[in-house]
Nanobody
Framework: QVQLVESGGGLVQAGGSLRLSCAAS????????MAWFRQALAKEREFVAA???????RYADSVKGRFSIARANAKNTVSLQMNSLEPEDTAVYYC?????????????????????WGQGTQVTVSS
């Protein structure tokens, strides 16, 4: 059974930092894209960042320059370093993984591109 388990969420003051981690089990994603999405209360789930299996990354405009996605293929993990956090970053953050292998620089931002999802971890940024 494939599982994605997020950790590292919590409460932080504006301007602070958090690092989210996602551990995958049940299969390897070493040749597949992985990503982070988030969903604020009463809002649609939105793209945050994605990374191809080779390390190519892309970000939502709202987090560029503040967030950094990384992965460790040997450990089947992906992380999200979040700096300069703002109250608008408050949301449940979800890890996602694409089932099919893809090109070296393929890191899609659409939800439907991802087949596996974690349960989410809450990030709350106070002003």
């Amino acid at each position: 059974q494939v599982q994605l388990v997020e950790s590292g969420g919590g409460l932080v003051q504006a301007g602070g930092s958090l690092r989210l981690s996602c551990a995958a089990s049940g299969r390897t994603f070493s040749r597949s894209a992985m990503a982070w999405f988030r969903q604020a209360l009463a809002k649609e789930r939105e793209f945050v960042a994605a990374i191809s299996w080779s390390g190519y990354s892309r970000y939502a405009d709202s987090v560029k320059g503040r967030f950094s996605i990384a992965r460790a293929n040997a450990k089947n993990t992906v992380s999200l370093q979040m700096n300069s956090l703002e109250p608008e970053d408050t949301a449940v953050y979800y890890c996602a993984a694409r089932s099919r292998p893809s090109n070296t620089d393929y890191a899609p931002s659409f939800r439907w591109e991802y087949d596996y999802w974690g349960q989410g971890t809450q990030v709350t940024v106070s002003s």
